[in-house]
């Protein structure tokens, strides 16, 4: 697709079948720049296959992390320190792909 540039897909609640759709996007997608995804209730294993298809991507610049899923997770998790870490890798990647463009701006 090389028209679609944003994409909310926010409020779906359709658990980590999503966040593989999305991570198979990403490796392929050469025009998304912005996502929106939250309250869709993934999980942990939704967020690291989703890191995996983006770190195949150079093209998204700007995504909020899913706070409302994260939230969720962490209160679940005993210790939250993996998803915090794999919260900041995402986000890294992300602002990386934004620093790498030189006609884009935060």
Known sequence: NKVLQILDISGHQVEDYLAVALAKVLQHNK?????????NLTTVNGLKVFKIGLERNREL??????????????????????????????????????????????
Do not use: G
């Open 31 to 39: 025009s998304l720049h912005t996502l929106y995804w939250d309250d």
């Open 61 to 106: 610049k700007k995504m909020p992390l899913p706070l409302m899923d994260m939230s969720k997770i962490i209160r679940l998790e005993p210790d939250p320190t993996p998803v915090i870490k794999l919260a900041n890798e995402i986000q890294n990647k992300v602002f990386d792909n934004a620093l790498a463009s030189n006609n884009y701006s935060l």
